[in-house]
């Protein structure tokens, strides 16, 4: 069952800023800095793309840039956004669905995985795996249990609220890290937000 965030383009971000201040935006800024200069970028689920502004802020020429977001609402706000002279191609489509034929240094996974089922994750993690590069870099946020008890409060309250609201189909996280250690990916470096509820890692595969 694929998710549905049109509901929620309108207010995602006010309400994001409004329960996490500007830690899943620090999160995400902070992995921005090892997209390299002139590199190849995919971007799955951008949400409503003020990623592509800050990453603009970073490098506002020369990135080749693929951005795959299922929600048409998400998408269209996307597009409005400043990307300089970077060339964007924007695929409003569910990434396992996309036929690309190309090959990224980088991609970026901005709390994308914590909205599937394990199967999904492993299904989404497999065909954006063989989309890289050798020698790529993937930038994965997303949120992880440290065994503080108001974690899994706040991580319930969302999985309620987004499974009533946009059909997410996850009730827990999915064990990413295992599928990137089974991919056979290395952490280069990483950083943790709020608290150490939300991590942020920049991995690479092991040759
Ligand atoms: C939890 S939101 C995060 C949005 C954004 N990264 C942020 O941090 O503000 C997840 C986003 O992934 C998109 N998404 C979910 N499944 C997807 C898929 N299979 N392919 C592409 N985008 C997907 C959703 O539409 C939504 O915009």
Known sequence: MASNYNNSAWFYDGLSRLVYGRAL???QVYLLQFVPAN???????GGTGW????????HPSGLSLTYVEIAADMMARSMRRNTGLNSVAFINNAIENVAINEEFDVVITPFLFD???EATAQKVFNYIHQLLKPGAIWL???FQLTGKWWQSVLLKSMFLFFRMLCKIEASQLPDVERLFILGGFKVLEGNCFYGD???ARVYEIEL
Not at 39 to 45: A, D, R
């Open 25 to 27: 935006i620090n999160a």
């Open 39 to 45: 590199s190849s970028v995919l971007i799955v689920g």
């Open 51 to 58: 990623i592509l502004e800050e990453l603009t802020k970073i």
């Open 115 to 117: 909205n599937f089922t």
């Open 140 to 142: 994965n946020a997303d």
């Open 197 to 199: 509820f939300v991590v």
